[in-house]
């Protein structure tokens, strides 16, 4: 299996600093990752795909980077809506993987 | 617009089996795959599987292949999975998940409201 970690698990920032979380999957996935936002009581949502494409409608505040087996998802200038769980995922030989998640709360 | 709405929540003793629902719309529901997800409280996100629903064919983990159970009915753009021999640790919120594309990518676009199983 294709495990996927995440770092930092949490991440304390203040409105307006930029935010990078890390994720790292223990074999190439070569561009096919994913990043996902959640918010508490709600359903995530697809961030970013291939690595560096924003879903329909994210803004461009968010960016993601990588290739192989290291990935990073970038927020430019935190904003109060951003502050929720990120989630990145692959696939693997038909089967989907997500990460443990990065909490990035508010300092 | 795309919608997956999904069943209401369950309530089931260890041992037994439940199905849940996952009804499409706004979209041709057989051109795209769909992947069932689930998180148990508090913690992260697991993949249980998915289907096809233009031939039924599916992949699940090996962990799920004994206990999960995953079909489609194309007549009314429906998905179902079933989920048997329950126990407490498949206490979640189960959300049924849309491809983003036609031909499968695994990226999980469309998401239903989540139907939260509790094993008690």
């Known amino acids: 299996e294709n495990a996927l970690t995440q770092s930092p698990a949490t991440l304390s920032l203040s409105p307006g600093e930029r935010a990078t979380l890390s994720c790292r999957a223990s074999q190439s996935v070569y561009s096919s990752l994913a990043w996902y936002q959640q918010k508490p009581g709600q359903a995530p949502r697809l961030l970013i795909y291939?690595?560096?494409k924003r879903a329909t409608g994210v803004p461009a505040r968010f960016s993601g980077s990588g290739s192989g087996t290291d990935f990073s998802l970038t927020i430019s200038s935190l904003e109060a809506d951003d502050f929720a769980v990120y989630y990145c995922q692959h696939r693997d030989n038909w089967l989907g993987t997500f990460g443990p998640g990065t909490t990035v709360e508010i300092k | 617009q795309v919608h997956l709405v999904q069943s209401g929540a369950e309530v089931k003793k260890p041992g037994a089996s439940v199905r849940v629902s996952c009804r499409a719309s706004g979209y041709t529901f057989s051109a795209y795959y769909l992947h069932w997800v689930r998180q148990v409280p508090g913690q992260g996100l697991e993949w249980i599987g998915v289907i096809n629903p233009r031939d039924g064919s599916i992949s699940r983990p090996q962990r799920f292949q004994d206990r999960v159970t995953l079909t489609s009915d194309t007549s009314t753009s429906t998905a179902y999975m079933e989920v048997s021999g329950l126990t407490s640790e498949d206490t979640a919120v189960y959300y049924c998940v849309r491809d983003k594309d036609t031909v499968t990518t695994f990226y999980f676009e469309f998401w239903g409201q989540g139907t939260l199983v509790t094993v008690s």
């Open positions: 291939d690595a560096s």
